[in-house]
């Protein structure tokens, strides 16, 4: 009873009825959310051609309508042109060319992150439908409402022009050239919004909600173009009927660039018209950001052979330069090798063709380079126009100025991944089972990873090729396909799993977001407190080693592995974390259903993680966070520890007490809050009916089908009520959605 009296608790309903807007019960998610959304999605295709050349024309229109009550909707137009042509018996050419379009709308303030957290004791509207103060002025509702807009125009065009020429028989040469341009134009515009507290009477308010007390413009404009060269050649060749030969070498050349400038208002009398001009001068400021470039430029070659097709051997090498990396790193040579054995076209097998229809073994080694990590220099010191700090005579002064802001490693080079597999792929039954298993072993040299750095140094952490790690995995896949007079089926199943554990690291550790990456132990593994249950007697909180004197009854108790001071034990992150567990999924499935008769059709496709260790965060469990959300339903009802529960009730409690002062303690990162992580989800059920051809014919269409698909219906997890395994704590939900469609064709 800190904030309302017993008497205010007791009769809340009552005095709710009475004054709503001084008692409110705002149902927040019903206001910022709607039940349903519509999408819509339209193409059309035009195809044409003759023997030297052929044309296809595909027009698309995609419609969705977001969840949110308002300001959240995406469209997209789509163009695309191919074209191939043959010039001359020799010469060959294609032409691909596609346009996209596509306008997003989104509020200023999206409400996702507090949406499912807002206390209903906090009003949205006043009863005469004027904003609410909300909780202290922050009001999402209104926000989303009359905030402001983030309007975003894309435009994108990429294209593919490729030229094959065949001088003489099994000798070919191909030319591609493939550029790629996106233009985005946003308009960032935030409108300032009053609100009223409960008993003001006024029209006019000078008290704005904190999501926009102002009203701002800030316009961005936003450029890239790629374009990607490649010229390489094939020569294939059979010598006396049984020997197939094959060899191919190529260049590739990758460029990119970016750019972006941004002006913005600061400064506006009003909040009608969303132009810069609409504002004051002495507000504007322009910017310019993110200007990029990177390049990537690689050799390569291949060589093949089979005999018979019935033994394969192959062999690749590939020479990758990146721009990310310093010209003495910048290289990279990268090997593969593969054999394949075909047995089922041996003699001894001929026994068992009635059963076995084609069988074949399978290993190979490869490597692959790695340079994709965040920043385009990450070896150089690049300077940034920071907010730096120096002395002005004897006085510590805020400069304008450049300073760098990460540090470096000067001799980064590529990551490179080895892998070896060893395969296998089966057919029996006549086709009707496939079976298809690989065992691999993977070694991921020169990791490039963050390395932490001591926070004095006033820079962020550098990346540097400092770890090893040792993956093995596998994985199977199973089908089968057949037929019973007009009904024809099909199953498949895929399972996998595997296991990566860093080994050498430099003696280094890199702890993150309660995982930790460390010699010897899984990557991104689980690292902190090991749990002992919850303290039920003052007695046992004063006989354990705690984190602090705030630690009371129905807090959460950790094991002590040892002390820096043995006189004095505490719960510390130097002597007390331990590794958790995995944090990565186990035991990957998938697979699907396929049904036909007469014309109708039956699609089910599953996925799922059979093993998997998530983690209960501070949005799904604590109470009072940020000392104001609300509290998860299923952490009530006796199932948190109270003073007020019998001793068995809290004995038998779930969830530590609430309390804020415990909070540092009880939401630490440890095993209590680690739960089963696995799922099964239906991801699509499609229905679906093809008229007869004989019913189309009569009025000159080839085919018509209607069809019927639910989306991520049915899930079963052991995620609490409202979460998803697959979307994060705070991001806009997954959707179920039922789609509606026709295809027609000509």
Known sequence: YQTYTKDVVD??????REDPDKYPNTDWLSLLLKDYAVRQSHNVSFRSGSAKRSTSLNFG???????????????????RLNNDFELFKWMKASADISLRKTDKVNPHTSPSAQMRYIPAIYAATLSDGRYAEGKEGSNKYAALMDGGTIDVHGYKMTGKFQLDLTPFKGFSVTGVFAPNFSYTKEKDFQKQVPYFRAGDSSTVSTK????ATTTELKETRSDTFSHTTQFYANYQKTFGEDHNFSAMIGYENYWYQEGTIVAKNTSYAHSLIPDLNAGNSDGVTANSKNINELARRSYFGRLMYNYKSKYYVQGNIRRDGSSRFAPDCRWGTFLSASAGWVFTEEKFMEGARKVLDHGKLRLSYGELGNERIKGYYPYQAVLANNHTMGYVGSTLTGLSGYAQAAAIVTDITWETTSTFDVGVDLSLFRNRLSVTGDWYYKKTRDMLLQVPIAPIMGLSDPYDNIGDMNTKGWEITLGWRDNIGDFSYGLTFNLSDDVSKMGYIGNKEVISNGKIIREGEEYQSWYGYVSEGLYQTPEEVANSATMGSYVSPGDIRY?????????????????????????LPHFNYGGSVDLAWRGIDFNLTFQGVGQRNSYLTDEMVQPLRGQWYNFA????????????????QNKRAKYPRYSWASANNNYAISDYWLFDGSYFRVKNISLGYTLPQKWMSKIHVKSLRFAVTLTDFF????????????????????????????????
């Open 11 to 16: 009769n809340y309903w009552n005095l709710n």
């Open 61 to 79: 229109y995609d419609d969705v309508d977001g969840l949110f009550t308002k300001n959240l909707s995406w469209k997209r137009y789509t163009l």
């Open 208 to 211: 704005y909600i904190t999501e």
């Open 559 to 583: 094991r002590n592995f040892g002390d820096g001071d043995p006189n004095n034990p505490l719960i510390s992150t130097d002597y007390d974390r331990r590794v958790l567990g995995s944090s």
């Open 633 to 648: 339903t299923y952490i009530g009802g006796g199932n948190s520890w109270s003073r007020k529960n019998t001793i068995e």
């Open 715 to 746: 899930t079963h997890s052991h995620f609490p009520e409202g979460w998803d395994p697959e979307v994060g704590t705070t991001g806009y939900p997954i959707t179920k959605s039922v789609l509606f469609s026709a295809q027609l064709k000509f």
